[in-house]
């Protein structure tokens, strides 16, 4: 079982639509991060939430903590091309010093 | 400033062969983590380090050895290979504490080893 549930696995959309990842737990996270991955190349991190219900932006990007430190959702308005990637969170529990991944939310953003 | 260095990028080897990936980093973090990649999956954690001299195992230790004896290198050691070790494997480092005062902080990660085990 993973420690990190991300859905979709998969998602394929039009360039302009929008789009919600998710990243689900049943354990209380100190911090969540969020990473993007290109192929060929290691993960790069977009943003770490610390607060429950913090709501952080990063231009297109919307990323939220849910209220009880369990789950964390990604939020593009208006996907374009160059946001196609694999969209992975990461935490780790109890302030433990292990970084745990979820698998993966591939993105492809269609022209 | 090179930052997380992994060598080899690629290797084939033969089942029951054995090899050592390496990891260097020259930003003096203190802690570093091996993970592993299968094709269209996410990373899973085979061992990290909080500092020199000490090892910790993740979620899939198996077949798999680490030391740490100096803050910049972190070697992988695969012993046996097998072919369920084939994948792409990456080095991370991180300063242990978040801009937030909390645990861990930013991961910086290496480019990744590919290895096929045949």
């Known amino acids: 079982t993973q420690l990190l549930e991300q859905s979709p696995q998969f998602l394929s959309i039009q360039e302009g639509e929008n789009l919600t990842v998710y990243c689900n737990s049943s354990s209380v996270f100190s911090s969540l991060q969020w990473y993007r991955q290109e192929p060929g190349e290691g993960p790069v991190l977009l943003v770490t939430?610390?607060?429950?219900?913090e709501v952080k932006k990063l231009k297109r990007l919307t990323f939220q903590f849910g209220d009880a430190r369990k789950d964390s959702s990604l939020h593009i308005t208006a996907a374009q091309p160059g946001d196609t990637g694999l969209y992975l969170c990461?935490?780790?529990?109890?302030?433990?010093?292990?970084?745990?991944f979820g698998a993966g939310t591939r993105l492809t953003v269609k022209p | 400033n090179a930052g997380v260095t992994q060598t080899p990028k690629f290797r084939i080897l033969k089942i029951g062969q054995s090899m050592t990936l390496q990891c260097t980093q020259d930003m003096n973090h203190n802690y570093m983590y091996w993970y592993r990649q299968d094709p269209g999956m996410g990373l899973k954690l085979i061992y990290y380090?909080?500092?020199?001299?000490?090892?910790d195992k993740g979620e899939v230790p198996n077949g798999y050895n680490v030391s740490r004896s100096t803050t910049e290198d972190f070697p992988l050691r695969l012993e046996l290979a097998a072919p369920s070790q084939t994948s792409v494997y990456f080095c991370a480092t991180g300063p242990g504490v978040g801009w937030y005062g909390g645990n861990i902080g930013e991961l910086f990660f290496g480019e990744g080893s590919r290895l096929t085990v045949l």
């Open positions: 380090s909080v500092g020199a001299g000490i090892t």
């Open positions: 990461a935490g780790a529990v109890d302030n433990n010093n292990d970084m745990r």
């Open positions: 939430v610390v607060t429950g219900g």
